[in-house]
């Protein structure tokens, strides 16, 4: 069997192409090179999801004018901005052509600018180059993200098990040989203490005196 390469084009057998890891097609060996992300030689990318990793995403100079009007249109539907409020948002100078041609606010999804409001749910109604203004009226409303869904208990708690205390009162022999240790110091502290330098006899000199 034989198949086209999805980027050069050429027709050859299946078993000379390769399958790439990302989209799943096939194409010729010339076409394909390692994972740039993992740098694995066996995880095989087409060119073009290979150019999609590496080249990093086009964000929209007007994405700040995009967010505002979304964030507004929550509690009303009109906004007049004046120019220099939107070289503020998108954090750059409007072109010259916003300061004098009227088509350049016209509501049409071909242009980059005119995405920023129409995304967000708005088109122009009105702009004054005297003022340096223009009016955006909301056209349609913009889903809301659902919430996300709280965790629901659905078995009783059970708490840990907890360890009984030990009891801290001490047992019968502790308690004997505690009391009979007081008892001897007690007895050690009331008895006739010798006087220094005289030695009593020893018993057997008693018996003797006797």
């Not at 995009?66 to 901005?81: C, G, I, P, Q």
């Not at 920023?116 to 003022?131: I, P, S, T």
Request: net charge positive.
């Amino acid at each position: 069997m034989k198949d086209e390469c999805g980027i050069c084009g050429r027709v050859m057998r299946t078993t000379y192409m390769r399958q790439c890891q990302r989209c799943k097609k096939l194409f010729c060996k010339s076409c394909m090179t390692p994972d740039v992300a993992t740098g694995d030689p066996n995880a095989m990318l087409c060119l073009h999801c290979a150019r999609k990793i590496v080249s990093p995403k086009s964000i929209s100079p007007y994405i700040g004018l995009e967010s505002h009007l979304k964030f507004r249109a929550a509690f009303t539907d009109l906004v007049t901005l004046k120019f220099a409020r939107i070289d503020g948002l998108i954090g750059t100078n409007l072109p010259m052509a916003a300061y004098r041609d009227p088509l350049w606010w016209s509501n049409t999804s071909t242009s980059i600018h005119a995405k920023a409001w129409l995304n967000a749910g708005w088109e122009v109604q009105d702009v004054n180059f005297k003022e340096g203004t223009v009016t955006f009226k909301k056209v349609r409303k913009l889903p809301r993200k659902p919430k996300k869904k709280s965790l629901e208990i659905t078995q009783p708690f059970t708490p840990v098990p907890v360890r009984p205390l030990r009891s801290k009162i001490p047992s019968k022999t502790k308690a004997a040989q505690l009391y009979a240790r007081i008892k001897n110091l007690e007895r050690q502290r009331n008895s006739p203490q010798p006087i220094r330098g005289l030695k009593g006899k020893p018993n057997y000199r008693n018996r003797l005196d006797k």
